[in-house]
């Protein structure tokens, strides 16, 4: 593999304007016509449609800018280097588990590679409770088309590996529709290994595709440099404040005429609020959701290998679409990769318990349940808060509504399993043991006490926190992104999906941060420019 090409360090070769971390000391002034903070999926589309714009542009991460080179498939390595606070991100409570990324390209360069646009009924929700009326299927197809073409999204031709294979092996034996998921590569190896990084550059996330364009074409990148807070005056942001993410040397000062944050649904509204912006309303860090994820284990009789392959190629919707999409929380099914380290951190047991459930960690096949939040008066989401010293936290409680579609997501999935052919199922719960039968499995489950800590809940998908919306009482952002009370401030990142999306939201974030873009292109240069 260390053969392979390298875009990362040809175009550092070529001269790629990066500073900060090991690239050297970030300057102290920056002056530019648009500053970004971020380089995950909302960053990278607009960073490539303003640079084509023919605008100035300086990027700001808080992550390394690490390559394909240093992507050697060891969990190791990847997240302590790749993700937020070493893959360990917890709500307050310490109650869910959040992955998400903390590197050049963001959560696009550590994710599964599942695409899916924004579902229907979701988009009609936002219509309808949010005064997003420019939000149809039709108004979006052309911005998702573009970013399907540009970051090569299509079909998955090779056959499943044995874990997603179960899943809809399981599901046909039940009558339960199952289908293909979209992925977002090219020349992929089929190594499994996504979540680490892609050592082959096949996964064509913002480190390999946008970033690289921006910064071919005179963009700038400061990197290992955290965006503290902006200087705010007379309804408009004066500069960006940043500072380096070792916490040792001088400042960034960031003068833009226009400023875009896309930091994520979590530091985000982190950014906002340690600069105090103005929230007339209570949005700020207010709805944020997660898609609460449910896992169940199963024991199969033969090897499953679940690290081998590529990972999340098969789902099932059926039970997002066998209730109202405000009634009773639904919930995707996928299969996830299986990896030692996050395996054994993230199922129950230990000592004798974990060592026999890790013995037969060749055989073992997992679901993962991704819960539909935000659209139930009992679903209100979390509040994104600061800590002390400044540092974003997530208060998500896990309510009743909540858990209570987490039990239903437990027996589906078990149900799944052993129609699959299990020998032993065992959700994941503190509490839950492997059951044998699908009987024994329903009545422990129906059993099984639905609180915060002893049912074990993880995510990976973070949404909401500055919503745009019809209305400035229903949000944070306009609904061509722009901040509601500060001018020169847009937001495109997921914070500003008003609920979660219902799929896995890397295209939603793509497609729509497309649209948007190309608006702010518009509006600063009169020039129409498209994601080619």
């Excluded at 899916?116 to 108004?139: G, K, M, Q, Y």
């Excluded at 896309?262 to 207010?286: C, E, F, M, T």
């Excluded at 449910?294 to 999340?312: C, I, N, R, T």
Aim: net charge neutral; charged share 20%.
């Amino acid at each position: 593999m260390s053969k392979l090409p390298d875009p990362v360090k040809e175009g550092l070769a070529r001269g790629w304007q990066v500073k900060g971390g090991p690239h050297g000391a970030a300057p102290e002034r920056v002056d530019c016509d648009v500053a970004i903070v971020g380089t995950g999926a909302g960053a990278g589309i607009t960073a490539e449609i303003l640079a084509k714009a023919g605008l100035k542009v300086v990027l700001v991460e808080e992550g390394p800018l690490r390559t394909s080179t240093d992507f050697r498939q060891r969990e190791s390595d990847a997240y302590p280097s790749l993700y937020q606070e070493s893959a360990a991100r917890k709500t307050r409570d310490k109650a869910i588990n959040i992955l998400q990324g903390r590197c050049v390209g963001g959560s696009t360069t550590v994710n599964w590679t599942s695409s899916f646009r924004t579902p229907s009924p979701t988009l009609a929700f936002w219509r309808d409770h949010f005064e997003l009326a420019d939000f149809h299927d039709d108004d979006l197809a052309p911005f998702f088309l573009q970013a399907e073409r540009r970051l090569s999204i299509g079909p998955w031709l090779a056959a499943p590996n044995e874990n997603n294979d179960l899943l809809r092996r399981g599901a046909a034996k039940l009558g339960i529709p199952a289908a293909a998921i979209l992925r977002n590569v090219k020349g992929c190896w089929n190594l499994g290994s996504c979540g680490m990084g892609c050592p082959t550059n096949a996964k064509q996330s913002m480190l390999v595709t946008t970033i690289p364009w921006a910064l071919d074409h005179g963009a700038q990148l400061l990197v290992e440099t955290r965006a503290q807070r902006f200087e705010l005056a007379n309804g408009e942001v004066k500069s960006l404040l940043c500072e380096p993410a070792s916490g040792a040397g001088p400042g960034t000062r960031i003068t833009a005429k226009h400023y875009v944050l896309a930091g994520g649904a979590i530091n985000s509204p982190a950014v906002l609020l340690r600069s105090q912006a103005p929230d007339p309303h209570g949005r700020l860090g207010a709805r944020t959701f997660l898609h609460p994820t449910l896992l169940s284990a199963a024991h199969m009789p033969g090897k499953v290998e679940g690290w081998q392959g590529a990972p999340q190629t098969i789902y099932t919707d059926h039970f997002l679409g066998t209730q109202p999409i405000d009634g009773p929380i639904g919930y995707k099914l996928e299969a996830p990769p299986i990896h030692p380290v996050i395996f054994a951190s993230t199922l129950t047991g230990i000592g004798q318990e974990q060592a026999q459930m890790l013995s037969r960690f060749a055989f073992t096949h997992v679901l993962i349940a991704l819960l539909r939040d935000g659209f139930h008066p009992e679903s209100p989401g979390g509040t994104v808060r600061l800590r002390g010293d400044g540092s974003a936290e997530l208060d998500y409680a896990l309510d009743a509504y909540t858990l209570e579609g987490a039990r239903r997501a437990m027996l589906s999935m078990a149900e799944i399993q052993f129609a699959a052919g299990a020998e032993q199922v065992a959700p994941v719960h503190e509490l839950a043991k492997p059951y044998r039968s699908w009987v024994e499995a329903r009545e422990a489950i129906n059993a099984l006490p639905m609180v915060p800590r002893l049912t074990k809940v993880a995510s990976a998908h973070v949404m909401g926190g500055c919503a745009f919306a019809g209305r400035a009482d229903l949000g944070v952002t306009r609904p061509d992104g722009v901040h509601w009370q500060l001018r020169n401030l847009s937001i495109h990142d997921g914070s500003i999906f008003p609920t979660s999306i219902g799929a896995n939201p890397q295209l939603s974030i793509y497609g729509i941060v497309n649209r948007l873009a190309q608006g702010l292109a518009h509006r600063m240069t009169g020039r129409d420019v498209i994601l080619a």
